[in-house]
């Protein structure tokens, strides 16, 4: 069946068709659900080709139509930050007209590859957005596959040429130390990440460091960025009579370490200040509420489609693009 034939049977314009397959919002929503219900009744599937013989858009005359958001295997800890960062590219996708085909990168290049590959035999790939910390070599490899390659949220391959989209952790971390400072806290836990070469470890640490002679005691902690690392640290710390009065990491972390506190009746923030980062959904429905530091999550996934879309319409390098995502404090009563 024809684009035609599926207009009359909806009583709607070819152009209608097109628009509701576009996802364009100037389309009603009973209309959109009245074209896509014929659609599905005759099985009617549009011809990439004719599409994009038709279009005068780069996106389009490329065929198009799908893109890859792969998520590196650091990732997995830290969900409730991702998840909406993935949600915000899906729905900047769909604005687009493309469809995210989405993954995990695993703890090995062995077990990774034979998923990542079924994506990449997908026909009218655009691209790929790489979430989190992938090493060079695998981006390398991808790029064998996917030509243009955004690069969010991690640290940046050094000798490859990519588009990013970055967290401004730097200055996001610092801002959370001097508030604890401002505070009166002076024996500081910086619970990093899972190893001091973590972009994240590195950002906690180098804001500790530049604040750190306000404080009389700075412990910078290694782990991974669970609740249950959060929990574990501070029991143990308690439990070897360690004092300190200030808490700061990301917020998974740090619901594990306000739980941990009220399990010992130890007051927040009378005698422990605890600050997150990321504000993730729950941080503001922790008890007390958590202090936390903002990375606009939606912006980061919409701004990664659309240098992918820039890319492929060929109006940006991918080496010019360079997009910073600003951090801001957000207080709560756990400081």
Known sequence: ??????????????????????????????????????????????????????????????????????????????????????????????????????SYWQDSFEASWPRLQSIFSVSGLCGAILAGQIQADQVRAIQKHAANVVVIDGPMPSGISVASVESDYVNGARMAMEHLVARGAKRVLVITGPSKNHYFAKALTSA???????????????????????????????????????????????IGVLCALAELKIRVPEEVKVVGFDDITHSAFTSPPLTTVRIEKTLLGREAVRALVEMTRGSSDSAKIRKVITAGLIVRQSS
Do not use: H, W
């Open 208 to 254: 500790a460091n530049a604040v750190s002679s306000n404080f009389s005691k700075v412990e910078l902690i290694y782990t991974e960025q669970t609740a249950q690392s959060g929990y574990n640290i501070i029991r143990e710390r308690i439990r070897q009579g360690e004092k300190f009065d200030g808490v700061f990491g990301n917020d998974e972390t740090a």
């Open 1 to 102: 069946m024809s684009i035609k034939e599926v207009a009359q049977k909806a009583a709607v314009s070819r152009m209608t068709v097109s628009r509701v397959m576009r996802g364009c919002p100037s389309v009603s929503v009973e209309t959109s659900k009245r074209v896509l219900r014929v659609m599905k009744e005759v099985g009617y599937v549009p011809s990439l080709a004719a599409r994009a013989m038709r279009s005068k858009d780069n996106l389009r005359t490329s065929g198009s139509l799908c893109c890859a958001l792969i998520l590196g295997a650091d990732v997995k800890m830290a969900d409730g930050f991702f998840c909406d960062v993935a949600r915000a590219a899906e729905e900047e996708a769909a604005v687009n007209g493309l469809c995210l085909l989405q």
